[in-house]
Nanobody
Framework: VQLVESGGGLVQAGGSLRLSCAAS????????MGWFRQAPGKEREFVAA????????YYADSVKGRFTISRDNANNTAYLQMNWLKPEDTAVYYC?????????????????WGRGTQVTVSS
């Protein structure tokens, strides 16, 4: 499955953004999805994951209660709703997919990544 991220931008602290991850191919509903981010000078880190049905979700502690992951299998798209953004959320955000939910939170599982979408939060 090929993935394209979009929806990033510049926002003030306390603001919101909604990221989208559009997938090509017919098998989107059989993949668990994950969102990740990479800030300058830092390693890529896990943000949120969702199972292929959407029935299970998992979040990094740093975003729990502020971010919500969701998916629309009919439209081959996953989303990341980000509220109460902080300057430390500034990063390039990426999505990725794996058929195993238990693996999708580990960025080391993936050998290829899309271009990502830049999120910048000003203080």
């Amino acid at each position: 499955v090929q993935l394209v991220e979009s929806g990033g931008g510049l926002v003030q602290a306390g603001g919101s953004l909604r990221l989208s991850c559009a997938a090509s191919g017919r098998a989107f509903s059989t993949y668990a999805m994950g969102w990740f981010r990479q800030a300058p000078g830092k390693e890529r880190e896990f943000v949120a994951a969702i199972s292929w049905t959407g029935g299970m979700t998992y979040y990094a502690d740093s975003v729990k209660g502020r971010f919500t992951i969701s998916r629309d299998n009919a439209n081959n798209t996953a989303y990341l709703q980000m509220n109460w953004l902080k300057p430390e959320d500034t990063a390039v955000y990426y999505c990725n997919a794996d058929r195993t939910y238990a693996r999708v939170a580990d960025p080391k599982v993936f050998s290829s990544w899309g271009r990502g979408t830049q999120v910048t939060v000003s203080s």
